[in-house]
Nanobody, 122 residues
């Protein structure tokens, strides 16, 4: 069994910064792509950013130039540095990962964390 645990959300004023972390746990052989998504009430979950094992990054247009995704493969952790935050960035942020476990080499292609609330006040 594998799981993702996010941390780092909170309340910040517009223009401020937050850093989200997401740590994977379990008997992990390899984590392929990792990413961050966000969701607001009544809307579908949307992509924020993803990063591959090799470091290739993809960002949504709405966060390009303001957010930076990174990962520490040794710690099975992905980060999201959020700068110049805007009220429209307010959402629950979810971590996602494609995980291959050790031992039986079971692939969990779509693991989600529990979410962390980010609120940006104007």
């Amino acid at each position: 069994q594998v799981q993702l645990v996010e941390s780092g959300g909170g309340l910040v004023q517009a223009g401020g910064s937050l850093r989200l972390s997401c740590a994977a746990s379990g008997i992990i052989f390899r984590i392929n792509a990792m990413g961050w998504y966000r969701q607001t009430p009544g809307k579908q979950r949307e992509l924020v950013a993803t990063i591959t094992t090799g470091g290739t990054r993809v960002y949504s247009d709405s966060v390009k130039g303001r957010f930076t995704i990174s990962r520490d493969n040794a710690k099975n952790t992905v980060y999201l540095q959020m700068n110049s935050l805007k009220p429209e960035d307010t959402a629950v942020y979810y971590c996602n990962a494609d995980i291959l476990t050790a031992g039986e080499y079971t692939r969990y292609a779509d693991v989600w964390g529990q979410g962390t609330q980010v609120t940006v006040s104007s």
